[in-house]
C-alpha cells in the first residue's frame, strides 16, 4: 500500500528565510512523486513531479525538491519564502490508474 | 488551455438529498479523478475513470459513484446524503501516465 507521511503539521517562517518541507512515502515501485500547493478556498496547484531522472526537481515559483530513493523522501525547498508563499502544502505520491495519496498537508505561515 | 473546471462551485443540501457535480477535464485528458478533502480525513480518491470506464475506487461506499461520458467530462453522485458527506469535492484531469491536474473544486455542505 501506498502512503505518505508529512512528520510537520505547521511551520512558520520568516519573510525572506528559507523553507524545508519534509515528506515521507512509502511505496513498492518506484514511486511518482509530487508537491501541490492549496490557498484557502482553493483547488490544488501543481508546484512540482518527480517521475524519474534527476532527483532534484525544479518547480514554480521558485521550488525545488530532492528525492531521495534511500531514504524514502521528497522534500520541498524554498531559498527565500515570499509573503505570498503562505498556504497549505501537500505531498502525494502517485500509484496505478492517477490514484494519488496524500500527506496530511504542512500549513506554511510567513511572518513579515 | 482552460483548466479543469467543477460545478457547481457551492452548494447546500439536506440530509437524504441526492447530489450530482460535474467535471471537464483539460481538453485531450482522457482520466478524470475524483477526491474529498476533509479537515478531519484529509485528502482521500474516490475513483478513476478513462475512456468511460472506472479503473480504479476507493474506499467509499456505494453511495458514492461517477461516469464519465464519450467527451471525458465526469459526473459523481452521492446519494442519501449524510452530514459527514459535507467536503470539498475536487476533480483532476490527466493525459495517461502523466501529470494529475486539479479543479478549484466543489464545496458541498449537507445540513
Known amino acids: 500500500a501506498q502512503s505518505v507521511t508529512q512528520p510537520d503539521i505547521h511551520i512558520t517562517v520568516s519573510e525572506g528565510a528559507s523553507l524545508e518541507l519534509r515528506c515521507n512515502y512509502s511505496y513498492g515501485a518506484t514511486p511518482y512523486l509530487f508537491w501541490y500547493v492549496q490557498s484557502p478556498g482553493q483547488g490544488l496547484q501543481l508546484l512540482l513531479k518527480?517521475?524519474?531522472?534527476?532527483?532534484l526537481v525544479q518547480g514554480i515559483k521558485g521550488f525545488e525538491a530532492e528525492f531521495k530513493r534511500s531514504q524514502s523522501s521528497f522534500n520541498l525547498r524554498k531559498p527565500s519564502v515570499h509573503w505570498s508563499d503562505a498556504a497549505e502544502y501537500f505531498c502525494?505520491?502517485?500509484?496505478?490508474?492517477?490514484?494519488?495519496?496524500f500527506g496530511a498537508g504542512t500549513t506554511v505561515t510567513v511572518r513579515a | 488551455k482552460a483548466g479543469v473546471t467543477q460545478t457547481p462551485r457551492y452548494l447546500i443540501k439536506t440530509r437524504g438529498q441526492q447530489v450530482t457535480l460535474s467535471c471537464s477535464p483539460i481538453s485531450g485528458h482522457r482520466s478524470v479523478s475524483w477526491y474529498q478533502q476533509t479537515p478531519g480525513q484529509g485528502l482521500q480518491f474516490l475513483f478513476e475513470?478513462?475512456?468511460?470506464?472506472?479503473?480504479n475506487k476507493g474506499n467509499f461506499p456505494g453511495r458514492f459513484s461517477g461516469r464519465q461520458f464519450s467527451n471525458s467530462r465526469s459526473e459523481m453522485n452521492v446519494s442519501t446524503l449524510e452530514l459527514g458527506d459535507s467536503a470539498l469535492y475536487l476533480c483532476a484531469s490527466s493525459p495517461e501516465g502523466n501529470t494529475i491536474y486539479f479543479g478549484e473544486g466543489s464545496w458541498l455542505t449537507v445540513v
Open positions: 518527480y517521475f524519474s531522472g534527476d532527483t
Open positions: 502525494a505520491v502517485g500509484g496505478g490508474f492517477n490514484k494519488l495519496s
Open positions: 475513470y478513462f475512456s468511460e470506464t472506472q479503473r
